[in-house]
């Protein structure tokens, strides 16, 4: 393949909040498309709706990108930074005749339109100052900032082989002349999106299947400036739980939003990936294995759904695979920012070791591991339950020995036999008060091991019932 047909693909996000979960996933395919091709993934920022556009958006989507590992060749490339070259190409359409200048105000065209439904027609522009043979058009009006219209071609089909979708075929009678520059001179997104692809040699186009009807417009305007087509995958929305389509009011949709809530960013990549693409029956995939097996088949062309426990499970599994020290530092992270700092990740590694296997998130493994650092809070029903008057001399008994144990798993279970045998209890009715005053729930992994990677003193003190 020579480098002028090497696949190039991009994502060109909106900086006008965090990076969402369903722009994370199209960027995600079109990065592993570049990467199986052996390709290059571009950057761009689309930032011409200037009232809505900040940089903090842009700081955050870079972030979220980095987090996943999503890394790019090119880019960013800001838009707005690319004004001239917009108004360059603009010149030449309307030299070659391919767009045109229309000076219609607001006001007369809300009239035209107003018109055409009591008309009974679909509302549409009519083209009163769109050039043609013979016509004449009406006096340029004074002091009238023109926009610039695409001069859409009336006759004929727009058809494409969609990468997701398969073949779809519009008819230009359907199609507008779209408005591509405004009249500040910012082109409309149709426009800029083109002489961007065009120039970047984008070969291949991943995006939200709600610019499915963008396509037509953007087709004719390659075809307006004799650029070559890239392909374009056009892959459904994301739905949420409910059906409906994945928003903010219906729960997390940024990708900030699952780093913060204890996801791994390999499970993210897993998970999304999975989430509208298949490899069989593959579930469990690392990113080696997507960027070898993603060849832009198998996109499904119906919504998935969102589907938060599954997201679980797969994060479940990259934790329990996760190394003990890794997760030490994103737990410490997680305690930080409730306030317990000054926490050695060394002394966290063998307590996410212990814990790991049966937490989803690193937040819950954060839950768990704060009873080590955080005094617990037994709720009353947990007391009155399991901490009984019956059992307290067991309790004193045990922790006279543990007051003398050699402090490892081996030397707290010593003493828990001993304490048994002298009392004629089994393990649970002194298992479970123990938790309940130590780790403040009934239920944690062997309480030996739970026990051993407390200070001796804390747990003395929490053993402490009168
Ligand atoms: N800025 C557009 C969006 O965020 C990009 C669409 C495209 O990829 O062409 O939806």
């Known amino acids: 393949m020579t480098s002028a047909h090497k696949i190039r693909t991009r994502i060109a996000p909106s900086p006008t909040g965090f990076l969402h979960l369903g722009t994370a996933r199209t960027a995600l395919y079109s990065w592993a498309y570049a990467r199986h091709h052996g390709g290059e993934f571009v950057l761009r920022i689309e930032d011409t709706d200037v009232a809505r556009s900040t940089q903090d958006s842009v700081d955050q989507i870079m972030a979220s990108m980095h987090w996943l590992g ?6 960013p490339v800001y838009q707005m ?18 767009a045109y200048r229309c000076y219609s105000s607001p006001d007369e065209l809300d009239a035209m339109r107003e018109a055409q439904r009591a008309r009974g027609e679909k509302t549409h522009y009519d083209g009163r100052w769109r050039p043609e043979p013979g016509k004449t058009l009406p006096p340029v009006p004074e002091g009238v900032q023109p926009v610039v219209r695409l001069r859409n071609p009336k006759e004929g089909d727009v058809t494409w082989d969609d990468l997701v979708k398969g073949p779809i075929t519009i008819n230009n009678r359907e199609i507008d002349d779209l408005i591509i520059q405004r009249p500040d001179g910012v082109p409309t997104y149709n426009f800029a999106v083109v002489v961007d692809d065009w120039d970047m040699g984008i070969t291949h186009v991943f995006r939200g299947d709600e610019h499915v009807n963008n396509t037509p417009w953007q087709i004719n305007i390659f075809r307006a400036l004799g650029a070559p087509l890239p392909k374009f995958g056009h892959v459904p929305v994301i739905l949420g739980d409910d059906g409906q389509k994945l928003s903010k009011r219906r729960g997390a949709v940024s990708v900030t939003a699952y780093e913060e809530g204890g996801y791994l960013p390999e499970a993210m990549l897993n998970y999304l990936a999975r989430l509208g693409w298949s490899h069989g029956d593959e579930e469990l995939f690392s990113r080696e294995q997507l960027v070898a097996w993603f060849d832009g088949s198998h996109l499904a062309k119906s919504p998935a759904q969102w589907d938060a426990a599954k997201l679980a499970w797969v994060n479940a599994q990259y934790i329990k695979q996760a190394s003990d020290e890794r ?12 306030g317990v700092n000054g926490i050695e990740a060394a002394a966290l590694a063998p307590m996410c070791g212990l814990f790991k296997d049966r937490c989803s998130t690193t937040v819950e493994l954060a839950d768990w591991l704060s009873m080590y650092f955080v005094a617990v809070e037994p709720s009353a029903e947990d007391l009155a339950a399991h901490v009984t008057d019956a059992v307290r001399p067991a309790l004193e008994s045990l922790r006279e020995r543990l007051s003398e144990a050699a402090w490892d798993k081996a030397g707290i279970g010593a003493a828990f036999k001993e304490t048994l045998a002298a009392h004629q209890l089994k393990m ?30 804390e747990v003395l003190a929490r053993l402490r019932t009168v």
Not at 83 to 90: A, F
Not at 329 to 338: I, K, P, S
């Open 70 to 75: 999503l890394d790019y060749d090119e880019g």
């Open 81 to 98: 930074q690319r004004l001239g070259r917009y108004h360059e190409v603009i010149a030449q359409m309307i030299a070659a005749g391919t």
């Open 327 to 338: 997760l030490a530092g994103l737990v410490a992270t997680q305690l930080q920012g409730r």
């Open 428 to 457: 649970p009715q002194l298992a479970l008060p123990v938790r309940v005053l130590v780790c403040g729930r009934p239920q944690t992994p062997s309480i030996d091991a739970v026990l051993a990677l407390f200070q001796r003193d």
